[in-house]
């Protein structure tokens, strides 16, 4: 079993950034990508942001794309999520996830293992 832990959410004033972070703990399969998400109140879970374990292909959603960066570090097992330029829209709860899939995988039903989510709010 793959346990995801999410940290770094927080409440920010608009234009500002927060750095999202993700430690898979238990039997992980390191070859596969990880992916980000996010729900906000009464929308459907919406992908965000995902990233090959090597680190070499990312893939974002438009309304993120130039203000949000995934990274990966495989020593700690440990994918980031960096969010600048922050907006109000971006309020959410965002989730780490990881599919048994070596390629990026962009539908949260592909995705098999999913963290607990922590609370972005962005301030007007």
């Known amino acids: 079993q793959v346990h995801l832990v999410e940290s770094g959410g927080g409440l920010v004033q608009a234009g500002g950034s927060l750095r999202l972070s993700c430690v898979a703990s238990?039997?992980?399969?390191?070859?596969?990508?990880r992916g980000w998400f996010r729900q906000a109140p009464g929308k459907e879970r919406e992908f965000v942001a995902a990233?090959?374990?090597?680190?070499?292909?990312?893939r974002y959603a438009d309304s993120v794309k130039g203000r949000f960066t995934i990274s990966i570090d495989n020593a700690k097992n440990t994918v980031y999520l960096q969010m600048n330029s922050l907006k109000p829209e971006d309020t959410a709860v965002y989730y780490c996830?990881?599919?048994?899939?070596?390629?990026?995988?962009?539908?949260?039903?592909?995705?098999?293992?999913w963290g607990q989510g922590t609370q972005v709010t962005v301030s007007s």
């Open positions: 238990g039997r992980t399969f390191s070859g596969y990508s």
């Open positions: 996830a990881s599919p048994n899939n070596p390629s990026i995988v962009t539908t949260s039903h592909d995705y098999y293992y």
């Open positions: 990233i090959t374990w090597s680190g070499r292909s990312t």
